[in-house]
């Protein structure tokens, strides 16, 4: 038994009328009648009840056409959400992300991949850019958006957002009247960071910046941004952030740009040939402004 023959069996039984039956499936009759032929042989049965003026369905191709109507608009559903799914237009996609980007491309970015593909499941995990790079490797992620991150074997990474570093102190800090600060200028300064291993490439960066002087002396350690902030509100120390971090208002906290303009990076990182991730960078790029 073969799909076309139920195909052809309902589109008979819709007709009622084998000539009219080819026409709309494009085919001449004898053939067609032909396959319904072989179908009721190989069921063993007869599904219409034929005479020169009229066919009909029998009792037996009423009660087949019931059962395998649904079944096969299943299987049509089916295939089309398939194809849907290879196009990128169905399924889930599991992107992860720094904490950082939730104040740069991100917002946007999700905004313009919820109009392209309502029917995808997204789903969001904030990671570090270690946890993700662990998890892209093991298949875990589609999408990861990590900050400064360094070589992986197995993961092409593509740059999404540049943006400067911006030292971060208390409001009421001996420096918080400057307009720019020198690096030169937080020496000595007890520092708030990111852990090295969670964000071993930006830790790096940040420690980049003292070459030539002593490095930072780190006096706590806190994997998101939001906490970090709080603690040099707290006056425990300063630190240095990428720029967008700004745009999360806290009083008690300044932003001061640091001369010579070092830059993080945002990066975006493919771990499978799943087409909505395509999509989603795509969307990553256009709201950061790189496309």
């Known amino acids: 038994m073969e799909l076309r023959q139920l195909q052809y069996f309902l589109v008979v039984a819709e007709h009622l009328h084998f000539g009219r039956a ?18 009721e042989q190989e069921l063993g049965v007869r599904l219409f009840s034929r005479t ?6 029998t009792p037996a191709g009423r009660a087949y056409r019931d059962r395998i109507s649904p079944l096969l608009a299943d299987l049509e559903r089916a295939n089309h959400e398939l194809t849907e799914a290879g196009l990128g237009l169905r399924g889930r996609i599991a992107v992860g992300f720094v904490s950082s980007a939730s104040y740069a491309a991100l917002p946007g970015a999700i905004r313009l991949f919820r ?3 309502p029917s995808v499941d997204l789903a969001l995990r904030p990671l570090t850019t270690d946890e993700q790079v662990d998890q892209l490797l093991d298949g875990k992620l589609d999408l990861g958006i990590l900050r400064d991150p360094a070589p992986v074997p197995g993961l092409v990474l593509t740059e999404v957002l540049a943006e400067p ?4 102190i208390q409001a009421d800090h001996r420096l918080a009247g400057q307009a720019e600060l020198e690096i030169e200028q937080l020496l000595g300064e007890d520092f708030v960071l990111f852990p090295y ?5 930006f830790y790096t960066l940040v420690h980049s910046l003292f070459e030539g002087f002593s490095p930072p002396r780190i006096v706590e350690r806190a994997i998101h941004q939001e906490t970090i902030l709080g603690l040099v509100a707290s006056g425990l120390g300063v630190s240095i952030l990428p720029a967008s971090v700004s745009r999360f208002q806290m009083p008690e906290v300044v932003f001061r740009p640091i001369a010579g303009n070092p830059r993080s990076a945002l990066y975006s990182a493919a771990s ?3 087409p909505a991730a395509d999509v989603f960078l795509r969307c990553l790029k256009e709201a950061a402004g790189t496309t």
């Open 115 to 117: 109009e392209l593909r």
């Open 197 to 201: 291993k969670f964000m071993n490439g």
């Open 272 to 274: 499978s040939d799943n």
């Open 165 to 168: 570093l911006v030292a971060v």
């Open 52 to 57: 020169t003026r009229s066919v009909e369905l």
């Open 22 to 39: 080819a026409d709309s499936l494009r085919m001449s009759q004898p053939p067609l009648t032909v396959a319904i032929k072989k179908l």
